[in-house]
């Protein structure tokens, strides 16, 4: 198998990329879909990210490779395991998994299967793992995703909000994590998703060729040189992959600590709500992406410019089209209205309480 074409070597498609970063540094995020034409490097990006994303530590012999660290998380084996093993469970590291999920995929496929029949004749529980047991703590990517049953669709964006996958059959039920990157990309000319699942999506990014001609020949020519020799073309990009890949880590470890204001709660929700955006999930989804983004940074406290930012990728597909949107709206034109629309009015509560800092007890409540 061919070297994997490195993340840092794809050409422009800004958007495209920052929505995949932030979504490995938290996957609580919700995953991202990726609309374009053909030949846009959707497919190439996704499998650029989960190869230079951190190794993750395992416990030994899991089937859903739990983490060792939050036993909350355990699937019910490793619960039952550690139980019977005076509380010591052994670990190891392995590559972040890349699961391509086909398009005929059914929900049993999905999901997984418990064997009703062992269970009732020998009352063992048997738990046959789906595609959500072998993505967990990986990338799964879901190509043509509008060509997918709806009902298989709704299981899998679940299962990304909720980071647990439960299958209950006959009173029998079998839990284990499911806490992955979702990437999803469509090719719209070949038909849309039904605005329900849209909306589940966190973040959305609609991408086109490049129309820069320096920039189409620096991809033809970045594309002939992985083509003749691919370990050559990953070797010389090997060290900007390494240093995105620890600073993804790093940000990994700083996210649950970036703080938030009272004040930038209502700077998402007056942006929210002047672009009549329906339901809350966007202003939930906004925080996050935003958080995400300030530990990329290196930072421990939200803004303005990553809340923009945020709304880039997390409105596109839930904002109603109105005067404002005609045109596709930019990091700069959002951030231009916030300002209008809290900026002067309110007074920054960080600034008169800084012991009023918002943090994770909030996050976790969402």
């Known amino acids: 198998m061919p070297a ?3 993340f840092t070597a794809i050409v422009g498609q800004d958007r495209m990329r920052r929505a995949l970063i932030l979504n490995a540094v938290d996957t609580r995020i919700g995953g991202v879909l990726i609309r374009g034409e053909r030949g846009t490097a959707k497919s190439t990006a996704a499998r650029g990210l989960a190869a230079l994303l951190p190794q993750v530590k395992v416990v030994e012999d899991c089937r859903f490779g739990c983490d060792p660290d939050k036993p909350a998380t355990w699937c019910t084996e490793c619960k039952e395991r550690f139980a019977a093993s005076n509380h010591n469970l052994p670990f190891h590291n392995k590559t972040t998994p890349f699961v391509n999920l086909p398009v005929s995929a059914t929900e049993d496929r999905v999901v997984g299967t ?8 020998k009352g063992e529980r048997h738990f046959e793992p789906g595609v959500l047991a072998n993505a967990n703590r990986g990338l799964l990517y879901i190509d ?3 060509l997918l049953d709806d009902h298989v669709v709704d299981v899998l964006l679940d299962s990304a909000a909720m980071g647990v996958n439960v299958v209950e ?6 839990s284990h994590p499911a806490r992955f990157i979702l990437v999803g990309t469509m090719n719209p000319e070949e038909g849309e998703l039904r605005p ?23 991809i033809m020519e970045r594309n002939l040189s992985y083509e003749r020799d691919p370990e050559a073309f990953r070797k010389e990009w090997m060290p900007r992959e390494e240093e995105l890949s620890k600073k993804i880590e790093r940000a990994r470890e700083l996210v649950d600590q970036v703080t938030y204001t009272s004040r930038d709660l209502l700077s998402i929700a007056a942006l929210t709500a002047s672009l009549n955006v329906d339901g809350h999930r966007a202003d939930l989804v906004i925080l996050k992406a935003a958080r995400a983004q300030a530990a990329f940074e290196g930072r421990t406290k939200i803004n303005d410019h990553d809340i923009a930012l945020a709304a880039e990728l997390a409105l596109p597909h839930r904002i109603k089209r109105t005067p404002f949107q005609q045109a596709e709206i930019t990091s700069e034109q ?3 209205r916030i300002e209008q629309l809290t900026g002067q009015s309110v007074p920054s509560e960080a600034d008169e309480n800084p012991e009023e800092e918002k943090g994770q007890p909030q996050e976790k409540k969402t």
Not at 169 to 174: L, T
């Open 4 to 6: 994997i074409y490195p």
């Open 114 to 121: 418990l064997d009703i029949e062992q269970a009732i004749q």
């Open 144 to 146: 043509e995703v509008n």
């Open 169 to 174: 059959r006959e009173g029998i039920s079998f």
């Open 196 to 218: 329900q699942l849209l909306d589940r999506f966190a973040l959305s990014v609609d991408i086109v060729g490049i129309r820069d001609a320096r920039e189409r020949v620096m």
């Open 334 to 336: 959002l951030q231009e």
